[in-house]
């Protein structure tokens, strides 16, 4: 079975301090996607990255880098100095080789503190 | 470009009403997706279309639920009856590239 888990529901953390959130992924295929979404307070869902089950390279994107790890089926999420405008629901994702189906996390809200 | 367009953005209706819920996709995109989001049970996908042509509905809740795609820039998700389980945020996103989702801003539905 697909299974997404974040098991952090909520983080604080004060401006300028690092914050990782995590994210386990439970699948049988050998090829699939992981992703990352923020949801703003606003509501609408953006896209962060998408990482395919072969590229086990992390990334790193201005203040957000990502750390994949197949061995412990987890693809975690680092932002380095915090913002306030960081403050957001993170939604962590899998989907299978086609793209199309998709199982999410339950988020993790991040609020970070002035 | 306008994004993924959705109305409306809040929808207040009784318990028995119709609802529909309206979605208009990125001009290009050709796969469109509907999903629900809840405290309860997070984000569930709801259906997804590719080409127009319904793929996978297996994750619509019950038969009150149906979702039509009759062109490639207009998509409807009606809910007839509604049932005050039925409030949530639905989402709709649409892609073109494998994986690489554009998500409207959501309605809001709350059923009385």
């Known amino acids: 079975a697909q299974k997404v888990t974040q098991a952090q529901t909520e983080i604080s953390v004060v401006e300028k301090e690092d914050v990782t959130l995590d994210c386990v992924y439970e699948t049988r295929d050998t090829t699939y996607y992981l992703f990352w979404y923020k949801q703003p307070p606003s509501g609408e869902l953006v896209f962060l990255i998408r990482?395919?089950?072969?590229?086990?390279q992390n990334e790193i994107s201005g203040r957000y880098s990502w750390n994949f790890q197949k061995s412990t089926s987890s693809f975690n999420f680092t932002i380095t100095a915090s913002q306030v405008v960081d403050s957001a629901v993170y939604f962590c994702?899998?989907?299978?080789?086609?793209?199309?189906?998709?199982?999410f996390g339950t988020g993790t809200s991040l609020t970070v503190i002035p | 470009d306008a994004g993924v367009i959705q109305s409306p953005r809040h929808e207040v209706t009784e318990m028995g009403q119709e609802v529909t819920l309206r979605c208009k996709p990125i001009s290009g995109h050709n796969s469109l997706f509907w999903y629900r989001q809840t405290m309860m049970r997070g984000l569930e996908l709801l259906i997804y279309f590719n080409n127009n042509v319904p793929i996978d509905d297996s994750g619509m809740p019950e038969d009150r639920f149906s979702a039509k795609m009759p062109n490639a820039s207009f998509s409807t998700l009606k809910i007839q009856p509604s049932e005050p389980r039925d409030s949530a945020v639905y989402f709709c996103a649409s892609s073109l590239i494998q994986g690489r989702y554009t998500f409207g801003s959501g309605t809001r539905l709350t059923v009385v």
């Open positions: 994702a899998l989907s299978d080789f086609t793209g199309n189906q998709f199982y």
């Open positions: 990482r395919n089950s072969f590229d086990e």
